[in-house]
């Protein structure tokens, strides 16, 4: 069965740049399209990036409010999903969650089967 968790989050300046991780053990993450979410306080959930599966075209999409900034990617030999988040602003404050399965529809991940616990980003001076 497939595990996963999410890591990197922290307290940064706006303008400063993270790395989340989305770590997965029991099932090669390359087999599953990957999304990230995040959810600020009280607002609704909301997708960033989704990327299909590799053994699918691997294409990665993004909301268009994290465009340009953010980038998704696979490392295989680590069965991890990176977001990295450059140029962070103040509004990218939420809980980032990682969740596999299911199919990406543009940015968003439908239907996905297993999720982590979520990591903290805040953005502040």
């Known amino acids: 069965q497939l595990r996963i968790v999410e890591s990197g989050g922290g307290l940064v300046q706006p303008g400063g740049s993270l790395r989340l991780s989305c770590a997965a053990s029991g099932v090669s993450l390359d087999y599953y399209a990957v999304g990230w979410f995040r959810q600020a306080p009280g607002k609704e959930r909301e997708g960033v990036s989704c990327?299909?599966?590799?053994?699918?075209?691997?294409?990665?999409y993004y909301a268009d409010s994290v465009k340009g900034r953010f980038t998704i990617s696979r490392d295989s030999a680590n069965n991890t999903v990176y977001l990295e988040m450059n140029s962070l602003k103040p509004e990218d404050t939420a809980v980032y969650y990682c969740?596999?399965?299911?199919?990406?529809?543009?940015?968003?991940?439908?239907?996905?089967?297993?999720r982590g616990q979520g990591t903290q980003v805040t953005i502040s001076s």
């Open positions: 969740a596999a399965d299911g199919y990406c529809s543009g940015y968003v991940l439908f239907r996905a089967d297993y």
């Open positions: 990327i299909q599966s590799s053994v699918n075209d691997g294409r990665a």
